[in-house]
C-alpha cells in the first residue's frame, strides 16, 4: 500500500514538473512566433490564474448545487455522518460536511478548497448498495481526495491547460493577421508554432488527465492505507461500476469529481488519453494486489 503510495506521488510531481516546463517551451514558442514576447504568456497565466482561482473559492458551492446535494446530520442520517466522521479522524482531518445526492445510481465524490472545507457527497443509491465496509473504502478515497489536495491540484492543471489554449488562440490570431512580428521570424519557426498551435491545446488536455487519473490511483492506495482493508474499495468499485443506473446529475462538468465515472461512455485507444479516470479493472486489480 505505502509502494502505491509513493510511486503515484511520485508520478504525479514528474508529471506536473513536465506540464509546467511544456509551458514555458510553448511559451518561449509562441511569444518568438507571434512577436508578443514573454509578455503574451504571462497574460494568459495571469488571466487563467484569476479565472480558475476565482473557480476554486466557489467551487464547492457550485458543484454541490449542481449535483442537488443536500446537507445531512446525526439527527437525519447517523449512519453516514459518524462513518464518516470515524474514518475522518482516523486520518486526522477535520470532520467533513455530509451530503447526500437522491439518486439510485452508486457514486460519491469530494469536493472543498482545503481539508477545513472539505465536503463529501454520497447518492443514496451508493448507501444502500453497499456494506459497511465498502462505504467505508469510498468514503476514505475521497477523504483522500481531500486530504491530498486534488482539488487544488485540479485547479493549477486547470491554470496550464487553460494559459496554453489562451496563447494558441493569440498565436493562431497572430499568423492569420500577418502580424509584422511574426513575419520576421524563421520560416521553420512559424511552421513549428502553427503546429504547435493546433496540437498544443489537446496534449495539455492529455497531460491535465494523466494527472487526474494518477490522482485516482493515489486516492485508492491511501484509502486502503487508512481502512487496512483493501477489498472494501476493490469491491465497492466493481458494484459501482456493474450497476446500470445513471446518475442523473452528473455533466461534462463534475465528471471528474466522482469515484467513478458517471457518463458511462468509457472509451478505448487514443480517446483513453483524455479519459477522466483509470479503467476499473486495473483499479481493482490494483487494490487486490495489496
Not at 521553420?188 to 489537446?202: F, K, Q, R, T, Y
Not at 466493481?238 to 450497476?243: T, Y
Request: glycine share 8%; aromatic share 8%.
Amino acid at each position: 500500500m505505502f509502494d502505491q503510495v509513493s510511486a503515484n506521488k511520485l508520478k504525479s510531481t514528474m508529471l506536473i514538473a513536465g506540464f509546467v516546463l511544456f509551458v514555458l517551451a510553448i511559451g518561449w514558442v509562441f511569444g518568438e512566433v507571434s512577436g508578443f514576447g514573454p509578455g503574451g504568456l504571462a497574460c494568459a497565466l495571469l488571466f487563467a490564474f484569476v479565472t480558475a482561482f476565482g473557480s476554486y473559492w466557489y467551487s464547492d458551492r457550485i458543484v454541490l448545487g449542481i449535483s442537488r446535494a443536500r446537507p445531512v446530520s446525526k439527527e437525519t442520517e447517523p449512519y453516514i455522518v459518524n462513518t464518516v466522521e470515524g474514518l475522518a479522524i482516523a486520518a486526522g482531518l477535520p470532520v467533513p460536511a455530509c451530503y447526500l445526492i437522491d439518486d439510485d445510481a452508486p457514486n460519491a465524490f469530494a469536493t472543498g478548497r482545503d481539508p477545513r472545507h472539505g465536503a463529501v457527497a454520497l447518492t443514496t443509491g451508493l448507501v444502500r448498495k453497499l456494506d459497511r465496509l465498502e462505504l467505508e473504502g469510498v468514503i476514505a478515497h475521497e477523504l483522500a481526495h481531500i486530504a491530498n489536495r486534488d482539488t487544488l491540484l485540479q485547479t493549477l492543471t486547470a491554470v496550464l491547460a487553460g494559459s496554453i489554449a489562451l496563447a494558441s488562440e493569440w498565436m493562431l490570431r497572430s499568423l492569420i493577421w500577418g502580424r509584422r512580428d511574426s513575419r520576421d521570424a524563421g520560416p521553420l519557426l512559424v511552421v513549428a508554432g502553427l503546429a504547435l498551435a493546433i496540437l498544443a491545446p489537446l496534449a495539455a488536455a492529455a497531460i491535465k488527465m494523466a494527472i487526474s487519473r494518477k490522482r485516482e490511483y493515489l486516492a485508492d492506495a491511501s484509502a486502503a492505507i487508512l481502512t487496512r482493508y483493501p477489498p472494501g474499495l476493490a469491491g465497492a468499485l466493481r458494484k459501482i461500476a456493474s450497476d446500470p443506473a445513471p446518475l442523473r446529475v452528473a455533466n461534462r462538468a463534475t465528471e471528474s469529481l466522482y469515484i467513478y465515472n458517471p457518463l458511462r461512455d468509457r472509451r478505448k485507444g487514443m480517446d483513453g488519453l483524455f479519459d477522466t479516470h483509470p479503467p476499473i479493472e486495473e483499479r481493482i486489480r490494483r487494490l487486490e494486489a495489496m
